[in-house]
């Protein structure tokens, strides 16, 4: 599948998806996308950053609490926001 394709299905599947997404199905997207995801500083915040990506330094959102929790619209938002802002040189750097 080629590096567009690729990100475009990661974005549609986030914007049809916004309010249920878990947090393992979001790391698993970013880092299917060539991200790290960290955990954060405080309980179920993750940071994601991007060694492909020079001009992006890096993402967050917040887990909640429980074992695999769905992560709020508006964390999904941001995501969406960054994918589509670096979308070219993200595909550069995929393929």
Known sequence: MSA???IAKTISMLQQRKANLSCGEVKDLL??????VIDGNKGGHKVFTHQGLPSFHSGGYNCGHGKNPEIKPAYIGKIITILKRYQDELEQYLE
């Open 31 to 36: 880092v299917n996308l060539g991200f790290e």
């Open 4 to 6: 567009k394709l690729r």
